[in-house]
């Protein structure tokens, strides 16, 4: 099987020298991987002009949904996945929905 063919620029990104998983979005590296992204990976232009379908992958500091849709970020630096009713949080952030019951 032939490997895929990579643009020249991608030799200096630095996502070609960290795990491959945290730029899956959902993984737990998300955040360093978005952080790497867009503060110091010399080739981010490149990057955001080389793929012109992300799906579920974090390209130039940019998180996307399995259909592609770039996600909201959370403060805390991960991209929100899913949410909480009521939280536009994550889902570690979110409060738990539990009811708590005070002694009236
Ligand atoms: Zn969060």
Redesign the pocket.
């Known amino acids: 099987m032939q490997p895929i063919a990579r643009p020249e620029w991608t030799r200096v990104a630095l996502c070609r020298t960290r795990p491959d998983d945290w730029w899956d979005t959902g993984d737990d590296g998300n955040r360093l991987a978005i952080l790497l992204c867009r503060r110091a990976c010399p080739v981010l232009g490149e990057c955001a002009a080389g793929d012109d379908q992300p799906c579920g992958v974090v390209r130039a500091g940019v998180a996307y949904s399995d259909r592609g849709r770039p996600l909201p970020m959370?403060?805390?630096?991960?991209p929100?996945t899913r949410r909480r009713p009521g939280s536009d949080?994550?889902?570690?952030?979110?409060p738990p929905a539990v009811e708590i019951r005070l002694p009236s």
């Open positions: 959370c403060p805390c630096g991960r929100v949080l994550c889902l570690v952030c979110a």
